[in-house]
């Protein structure tokens, strides 16, 4: 009777730890009546920076579907440099929160978000269709440099100190970067050819000289101290 006993309680905290899964349409549909409540979701972990989405399925996520995705909201550790949750990237993930009417997102334009209280990623490969190319450039200036990356959806820009590395989103585009004074150092078009692909991580590595800017084969920047790569191992 004793091992039975404990047996039914084993169960009965397992299920109290796997809440019942809520469906994208419901939360939507009335966030009213879920405000408050703690709810557990499925769907693929969307994360750079300080933002994290879930996004309800690879279709919704390729389409940018507007009732397709959900904002987390979490604490960042302080002196934090990238998320607590990379490794999650781009992988299906269980996340049980509470949600919460009055933070409206990333952007302040959603109507709810989640606060987070647990991630699981699900077995399965990351989805690398949703990781953009990264473009690493390297200073190998003793300037400060200034750098603007342009493609058909707009433009970034950004400093790189000298001795230093930024990574970038990169499409098919070009690349200019100057000094603090506005000399030109160097321009280029993005992007190289294949061979300087890795394609295992989807990066492309590139150097900055005195004499301009160079692509780099991914077997020659693996002495480079780069930026952690955990969300596309």
């Known amino acids: 009777m004793r091992a ?9 905290v397992a299920q109290l730890g796997q809440a019942a899964e809520t469906k994208f349409a419901d939360i939507f549909s009335n966030p009213a009546g879920f405000n408050h409540k703690r709810v557990t979701i499925t769907g693929l972990a969307d994360i750079g920076g300080d933002a994290f989405w879930v996004w309800r399925d690879a279709k919704a996520w390729r389409h940018a579907d507007d009732e397709g995705a959900i904002f987390v909201a979490y604490d960042i550790p302080a002196k934090a440099t990238v998320s607590p949750y ?3 990237n781009a992988r299906f993930v269980r996340v049980t ?15 709810f978000s989640l606060v987070l209280e647990h991630v699981e990623v699900l077995p399965g490969p990351r989805q690398r269709e949703f990781l953009p190319i990264l473009g690493y450039f390297q200073n190998d200036t003793r300037d400060k440099l200034h750098i603007k990356i342009t493609d058909g959806e707009g433009y970034t ?6 001795g230093n590395h930024s990574v970038f989103a990169i499409k098919k585009g070009a690349v200019a970067l100057t000094t603090p004074c506005g000399r030109i150092v160097a321009q280029s078009r993005l992007l190289p050819p294949s061979r300087f692909y890795d394609s295992q991580k989807k990066i492309y590595y ?28």
């Open 97 to 111: 929160g509470t949600i919460d009417t009055s933070i409206h997102g990333h952007l302040g334009m959603d109507p």
């Open 157 to 162: 820009v950004s400093d790189i100190p000298a």
């Open 206 to 233: 590139f150097r900055i000289s005195g004499s301009g800017i160079t692509s780099v084969m991914p077997q020659d920047a693996k002495r480079w101290k780069l930026s952690s790569t955990g969300d596309r191992d």
């Open 4 to 12: 039975s006993a404990v047996t039914v309680l084993v169960l009965a």
């Open 86 to 88: 990379d490794y999650a």
